[in-house]
């Protein structure tokens, strides 16, 4: 594993993780950049990996077993099994933590205060604080791609756009064509069908600064910057580096 960030950073501690085929970052919005952040690896065999900051709990996913996805929120870890249940780890005093009920699920986000589940029969459930509407989900149908945010939710329909519940970071009611969308503290961005990406909100970082990427299969969306994957493994950044979490050129394509 390669990652990129402070040097000092615990939850940069990945080079001696293997057979990791699928990762998530989580860390505090409301004061980035202070070390209580963690990262979670998921590995081929279905187990679970977490380092960085454990203050309440969420890197202890030792016991985890036939995980197929992994999430990472503030303060929790979130891990979708292969029938469709998931498991969490982390403060449950929120609420975002309450997901074992869930059923079905195909997909999985974690937020600030909520996290978000998407069943295959394309509707939506989040739990967790629901101070500014983020929850309020129930009502969709036919999303094929969820996201959560800071105080907000963002979901892919079927045709191509993008629905938002919460706070509104920036306006993508023109968006068509959206097949995975990521949602950051304060901005969101979304990979269309012909790998262009779409980036809307907050741009004082240039993390929105995406317009020129092309054949584009993923993104992700942090504090204060964007990530993007090519299909030639290449990994694209723009936006906040002060800490260095933009320094992906030099990893292999």
């Not at 197929?68 to 998931?86: E, N, P, Q, S």
Request: aromatic content about 6%.
């Amino acid at each position: 594993m390669v990652a990129a960030g402070g040097p000092r950073a615990p939850e940069c501690r990945v080079a001696s993780w293997r057979n990791v085929v699928a990762v998530a970052a989580g860390n505090v919005h409301e004061a980035p950049n202070t070390g209580r952040s963690h990262t979670v690896g998921l590995c081929r065999d279905g187990s679970v990996v977490a380092v960085g900051w454990n203050g309440d709990g969420q890197c202890e996913v030792a016991a985890w077993s036939e995980v197929v996805a992994v999430a990472a929120g503030w303060r929790r870890t979130l891990g979708r099994r292969a029938d469709g249940r998931v498991v969490a780890a982390g403060r449950r005093s929120e609420g975002a933590c309450a997901v074992e009920t869930w059923r079905e699920i195909i997909a999985l986000s974690a937020g600030d205060w909520h996290s978000v589940g998407l069943r295959a029969d394309g509707t939506v459930v989040a739990v967790g604080n629901n101070r500014r509407g983020q929850c309020n989900v129930a009502a969709w149908r036919g999303v094929r791609a969820v996201a959560a945010g800071y105080l907000s939710t963002f979901g892919v329909t079927g045709d191509g756009h993008v629905v938002v519940a919460g706070v509104v970071v920036g306006d993508v009611s023109g968006w068509r064509g959206v097949v995975a969308v990521a949602a950051g503290s304060r901005h969101v961005v979304a990979v269309t069908s012909d790998g262009r990406v779409l980036a809307a909100g907050d741009n004082a970082y240039g993390q929105c600064e995406v317009a020129a990427w092309r054949e584009v299969v993923e993104v992700a969306a942090g504090a204060g910057h964007t990530l993007g994957l090519r299909a030639d493994g290449v990994v694209l950044a723009a936006g906040d580096n002060r800490i260095g979490q933009c320094g992906v050129e030099s990893w292999p394509g």
